[in-house]
């Protein structure tokens, strides 16, 4: 039986197996990747999130030489964002039915930890239909040092306040060598291991990333792959609990250290490295398209690679559009349900978990757009 034969059949692959999908032709990988989405998620279905990322701060002391977000505290461009400043955004994306907001910053000493939990209390208590996914592990790792607690703590004193879950971001390649390359004060491989494992035990939304670009062979992809199926297995085995999806992009390295450095990933690339993950991940079954690094036509290709959910309109991206260099860090419903659609995909909002909870009004919403009107969000 032939590599690909194994993998059709849904059969578990060895890392090496998993390395050795990079040498077929793509396009029969994608067509098992394609075969593989259409049993493990609804095959007539897409999904798309309606939500805002929200940085609550750009100063940061870990300096990764692959973001151009992050600001020292003596920049004239730092910022931390007030409460009310964090509510008009949410406020925002209420008025359009966003139902979460995916909130992180910089590493910022100079915040206390009633800051944290003082804004979880706030968001709760006036936005209360409003999901809080904050906080990535790498900023749990800079709360362990801030205020002299262990991750288990903090995350009991943020969950208390009001946080429904954390975001997947640090994962990149969860390949030390490589982590080292890219930014040698980023988290380590384990601690973001131990940190989201603690988050899964206490019951919080986690999701798994990866993003190709820094230079990686295809064996440290494929362990990073490994990586996280591991851990969904033990996730789910002890706490019923795992990633809710799995998201990748591609390095941007304009305005970065690593321009010049590290070579980034074509749209041929991204679109491997998704049907390969599709085939490798047999325990997610949800597969997020990324549109904010490679646009939307790649990210509707991409629903033939192995995707079945185009993420999320975000209202608002700053930390992948500012090392990308363009101006690409919102879409509209309108445009995700016509990728969806446009691909003969019924689209569907969702929630954090992929569940739908709402087929939107598809003719009426794809009606022609005059000039004089505002598009439909």
């Known amino acids: 039986m032939s590599l690909l034969d194994k993998a059709a059949r849904g059969e578990r692959l060895l890392a090496d197996e998993i390395a050795a999908l990079y040498e077929l032709p793509l396009s029969d990988v994608a067509s098992v990747a394609h075969s593989l989405r259409l049993t493990r998620a609804n095959p007539e279905v897409v999904t798309y999130l309606i939500d805002r990322n929200i940085n609550y701060t750009n100063i940061c002391n870990v300096g990764c030489n692959f973001c151009a977000f992050y600001r020292t505290d003596r920049q004239k461009d730092a910022y931390t964002l007030d409460y009310g400043q964090i509510s008009h955004k949410i406020r925002e994306l209420e008025a359009v039915g966003g139902t979460r907001i995916l909130m992180q910053g910089g590493v910022n000493p100079k915040l206390p930890l009633e800051y944290y939990t003082g804004l979880l209390r706030h968001i709760k208590t006036h936005h209360p239909g409003i999901r809080i996914e904050a906080f990535s592990p790498e900023e749990i790792l800079g709360f362990e040092k801030f205020f002299a607690l262990d991750a288990s703590q903090v995350l009991d004193l943020l969950i208390e306040a009001g946080l429904d879950g954390l975001p997947g971001a640090g994962g990149e390649i969860l390949e030390d060598e490589v982590r080292a390359r890219a930014a040698p004060a980023r988290i380590s491989t384990s601690d973001w291991f131990r940190i989201i494992d603690i988050a ?154 992929f569940q739908v909870i709402r087929f939107p009004d598809v003719p009426t919403m794809l009606q022609p757009v005059r000039r004089e009107e505002v598009p439909v969000v």
Do not use: C
């Open 200 to 353: 899964q035990r206490k019951g919080l939304y986690t999701i798994s990333t990866m993003v190709i670009g820094f230079g990686e062979s295809y064996a440290q992809r494929a362990a990073h792959l490994v990586k996280l199926r591991d851990q969904q297995d033990k996730a789910l085995a002890s706490h019923g609990n795992g990633f809710a999806g799995f998201a990748m992009w591609s390095l941007q390295t304009a305005h970065t250290r690593l321009a010049g450095k590290a070579p980034g990933a074509s749209a041929y690339e991204y679109l491997q490295q998704l049907a390969v993950a599709r085939i490798a991940l047999d325990n997610q079954p949800n597969i997020q398209a990324s549109w904010p690094a490679q646009g939307f036509k790649v990210a509707q290709t991409a629903l033939f690679y192995g995707a079945s959910d185009l993420g999320s309109t975000m209202l608002e991206e700053n930390v992948v559009s500012a090392a990308g260099g363009h101006g690409r860090h919102s879409a509209t419903e309108r445009e995700l349900v016509r990728i969806a659609f446009d691909a003969g995909f019924t689209p569907a909002q969702r929630n954090s978990f």
